[in-house]
């Protein structure tokens, strides 16, 4: 089935609509692959004739699974390590008793959000005054994060130490995967927000963790999502990216401490 150039460019423009993410000319392939099943399960024999279904403000449904299907989820568990080290050192630092407030801002299926439960459970203690909100654009994967159930073959990143006291091994019917501990389930709070609108209101945070989402935005887009998450940093807090991405020129606010770890020292308030 074909897929036209201009009608490429509307799906383009809706996918911006609906997330504020860019698709290049380069994408087109991969957006033909991937929605390719949906015109069969919807029995509608053009791209053109998909698109208009997606435009029918009705159809929210279905604008989800399509918003879903065209986003990268991929994500693993300590990925980027050297930020959870750098966390730990940093939490380690605090007393005990401090009140710490993390957001996982496009946390996919739920494993940054269990990596960084993990390392608060075990610098301040399981019952210790700290929350994690996790959220993302997709349902589906906010469904799976809130699960907190995964197969053991995507788990090798978890330190052993915390392997152990934090994740519960399926037997019989659950062999081959595990289970985040009830204590941890019980700190983390899941929602879904959609980076490209108005931020709901959600607090204010000490570590908020934005990686790998940046890059499927161009710069306008960037910075409209840094100007409205900077907002949700309490002062001095911290902001994670990727190793791979970059902050640099958009906000004087942020400085840059680590690869891909901003502190943020309001020029205003100085
Ligand atoms: C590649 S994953 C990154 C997961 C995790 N942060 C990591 O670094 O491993 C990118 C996630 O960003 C989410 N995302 C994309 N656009 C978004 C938006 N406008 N608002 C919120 N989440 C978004 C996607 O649904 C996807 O789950």
């Not at 490209?196 to 710069?219: C, H, M, Q």
Request: charged letters at 20%.
């Amino acid at each position: 089935m074909q897929l036209n150039d201009a009608t490429f460019a509307r799906f383009s423009a809706w996918m911006r609509e609906q997330s504020g993410m860019h698709m290049p000319e380069s994408k087109k392939t991969l957006l033909q692959q991937r929605l390719l099943n949906r015109l069969t399960a919807r029995q509608v024999s053009t791209y053109e004739a998909y698109l208009r279904l997606l435009q029918d403000p009705d159809e929210v449904q279905e604008q989800a699974i399509a918003v879903d299907l065209l986003t990268t989820h991929e994500t693993f568990f300590f990925r980027e390590r050297k930020h959870f080290d750098w966390m730990q050192h940093e939490v380690a630092a605090r007393p005990k008793n401090s009140s710490l407030n993390v957001w996982s801002a496009a946390s996919s299926t739920g494993e940054e959000i269990w990596s960084l439960a993990m390392i608060l459970a075990h610098q301040l203690g399981e019952q210790a005054n700290w929350h994690v909100l996790g959220s993302d654009i997709s349902l589906r994967v906010i469904a799976q994060a809130k699960a907190a159930h995964y197969s053991l073959n995507r788990v090798d990143g978890i330190p052993s130490v915390l392997m152990r006291k934090y994740c519960l091994k399926g037997v019989g019917k659950q062999d081959g995967s595990l289970l985040i501990v009830p204590a941890l389930r019980n700190k983390v709070e899941f929602r879904v927000i959609n980076l490209a609108l108005p931020l709901p209101e959600i607090g204010l945070f000490d570590f908020i963790f934005l990686r790998n989402v940046l890059i499927y935005f161009d710069v306008n887009g960037k910075q409209d999502i840094l100007n409205k998450v900077i907002k949700k940093l309490k002062s001095n807090a911290y902001l994670f990216v990727s190793h791979s991405e970059s902050l640099y020129g958009l906000s004087e606010d942020l400085k840059l401490i680590q690869p891909g770890i901003y502190q943020y020292k309001s020029v205003v308030a100085a």
